[in-house]
């Protein structure tokens, strides 16, 4: 049996400990984000992902969602509706959206949080709510006042959910091939014609009514991505004055058959001239549709993070109680005919380095949410524009990072299990094949590498890289002389600059070639990943050092981890450097029509 427990202890930790959210939610005005009232609504949202979500894991993926090709429905998994209800009842739906809006208000970065204990509870249904987050981002920023109060109130109150309807059958990543058209009607509203593929939550048994955001073409726009407006559509038609009409023409024409997240429904959309709304300006649809995607991206990431968290949690139990072999050193537990598995150095390596990942990875993440809340509430306009470029470096790194590491957590947790992982009774493979999409769906991990080297790094100068080596510079400056800290301050300054240089080099061998670029991306995506966590587990070590709410037992478990990652996982930069400094060459010398010779 597979369960979860939400790990506040340690989201505290990272939130209150080590990133002061406190002290940034009272800088940023947030008057209600009281320490009192976290604490409080941290408690509730463990209990409703760990009593009411993670007992549905198993069932979504058991019964999977059903689609009646006669009338276009698709009906979700036993219990997935009743827990929406529920979630709808207890206001999650509204946690982190403005209060002007009919939301809570509270920060983003505690509303990650949430997100990754439903992930790790049950990442399927979190799908559900998951673009209703990224259509309220983009009603907020790019809507209309009269879209606000049609389409997102009901968004924020939860009685609708969102989609984001991008890729077709012929395009994905590729915006600029889209085909779908979109025609003027005489009431000022447009009809949409075109199939969207891979769209999360199209249909479902949910709400009543669901809130497609449809990137389509006007018919004089321009080709590319030059050439992309973006359009309101819902399942139901709703007037200028929110009016409930007929249903639209918009309909789930099938659902895909997956490899893991079976409880969420992943669906074919057909817009047959269905009315939609134009959001934002004529053939800038791409802009506001990024605001949905970047805040996706992250969420995704979150993913990640919720699924490793979750197999680790599972395999440490097991390691503590499954009996195989002695110690290599001498029994451990002479009193029992073998030891657990936990002494073994081999389980030890694949439990620590999923610890690693985990509580490293939700400092990167939970920062990188509040890097949000600044941006969004901060009354400084350099804060805010240097928050803006070290979150936009952060999300691919974010994304890609977290979710690569989560399939090699949920690997190694079931790994763990010997066997018994691979059958379905401890429900290990489960979320080793759950955690397969989170690399590809928001942009596959090459689509993130190339955003952070050819756009984050290249266009833009690195401007966010710059400013995450100015917080190293910052931290290794004010720990320098503390002995206790060298162990980490001084490799971590190393990588620093070796990092530096690494973005030079590749930079000057652009100018020679472009292809140098994609060659070297993905290696140097998680040569950034690697050494930001090494930056984070530093801070972590500090911050547990001087907490006076950190326990011993804490204290000496950052460490030792922290220790592991410096030495165990850290090198593992030394083969990225290696490979991208090997260049383009060896990926592009080999002619195509010759690789199956």
Not at 86 to 104: C, H, I, K, N, R
Not at 343 to 349: E, T
């Amino acid at each position: 049996m597979n369960s979860y427990h939400a790990p506040l202890h340690d989201i505290r930790f990272a939130l209150f400990d080590v990133l002061g959210a406190q002290a940034l939610y009272a800088r940023l005005g947030f008057a209600s984000a009281q320490r009192e009232l976290l604490d409080a609504v941290l408690e509730e949202a463990a209990k409703f992902t760990q009593n009411v979500l993670a007992p549905l894991n198993a069932v979504g993926d058991r019964e999977g969602c059903r689609h009646d090709p006669a009338t276009g429905k698709v009906t979700s998994p036993s219990g997935f509706r009743q827990a929406y209800a529920q979630f709808v009842d207890g206001g999650w739906s509204g946690l982190v959206a403005p209060e002007a809006f009919g939301g809570q208000g509270l920060p983003e970065s505690f509303g990650v949080a949430l997100k990754e204990m439903i992930d790790a509870a049950n990442l399927a249904w979190g799908n559900y709510p998951l673009l209703s987050h990224g259509a309220t981002e983009a009603l907020k920023h790019h809507g209309e006042p009269w879209q606000q109060e049609v389409f997102l109130k009901p968004i924020v109150e939860g009685r609708w959910t969102g989609t984001m309807c991008l890729t077709e059958p012929h395009c994905g990543t590729d915006l600029g091939l889209l085909k779908t058209r979109a025609e003027a009607n005489a009431d000022g509203s447009y009809a949409i014609t075109g199939t969207k593929i891979f769209i999360t939550a199209g249909e479902h048994d949910f709400t009543d009514n669901i809130v497609h955001l449809v990137l389509a073409r006007l018919p004089d726009a321009p080709p590319g991505t030059k050439g992309i407006s973006l359009f309101i559509v819902p399942k139901v038609k709703v007037g200028r004055d929110g009016a409930i009409g007929e249903a639209n023409a918009v309909r789930c024409g099938s659902i895909e058959h997956k490899m893991g997240i079976h409880g969420s429904a992943t669906c074919v959309m057909n817009f047959d001239g269905a009315q939609g709304w134009l959001i934002g300006q004529p053939n800038k649809g791409l802009m506001a549709m990024f605001t949905m995607m970047n805040t996706a991206r992250l969420a995704v990431g979150i993913q990640g993070l919720g699924l490793a968290d979750r197999a680790f949690q599972n395999a440490l139990a097991y390691a503590r109680e499954r009996l195989q072999m002695r110690s290599l050193s001498g029994a451990k537990f002479p009193d029992k005919p073998a030891d657990p598995i936990i002494v073994h150095p081999d389980v030890r390596r694949m439990l620590l380095t999923c610890k690693a990942f985990i509580e490293g990875g939700r400092l990167l993440s939970y920062h990188a949410a509040t890097l949000v809340d600044v941006l969004e509430h901060s009354s400084d306009a350099t804060e805010k524009q240097q928050a803006d470029e070290l979150l936009g470096f952060l999300t691919p790194i974010v994304k890609a990072c977290l979710t690569e590491w989560g399939v090699e957590c949920t690997y190694h947790a079931l790994q763990c299990f010997g066997g018994h992982g691979y059958i379905a009774e401890h429900g290990m493979e489960q979320l080793a094949r759950d955690a397969r999409i989170t690399t590809l769906y928001e942009g596959t991990t090459g689509i993130q590498a190339l955003d952070l080297l050819g756009r984050k790094i290249m266009q833009l100068q690195g401007a966010g890289l710059q400013r995450f080596l100015a917080m190293i510079q910052d931290f290794c400056t004010q720990h320098g002389d503390a002995a206790a800290l060298a162990e980490f301050v001084e490799p971590l300054a190393e990588k620093a600059q070796q990092w530096q240089d690494l973005t030079m080099q590749i930079g000057r061998r652009a100018m020679a070639n472009a292809d140098e670029v994609g060659a070297a991306s993905v290696d140097y995506l998680f040569y950034s990943g690697y050494v930001a966590l090494a930056y984070w587990w530093a801070r972590a070590v500090a911050a547990a050092d001087t907490s006076p709410s950190a326990s011993a037992a804490q204290k000496t478990a950052k460490r030792e981890t922290a220790r592991f990652y410096f030495t165990r996982i850290l090198p593992r930069t030394l083969a990225h450097a290696a490979a991208i400094g090997a260049g383009a060459k060896p990926l592009l010398a080999l002619d195509a029509a010759l690789f199956d010779h």
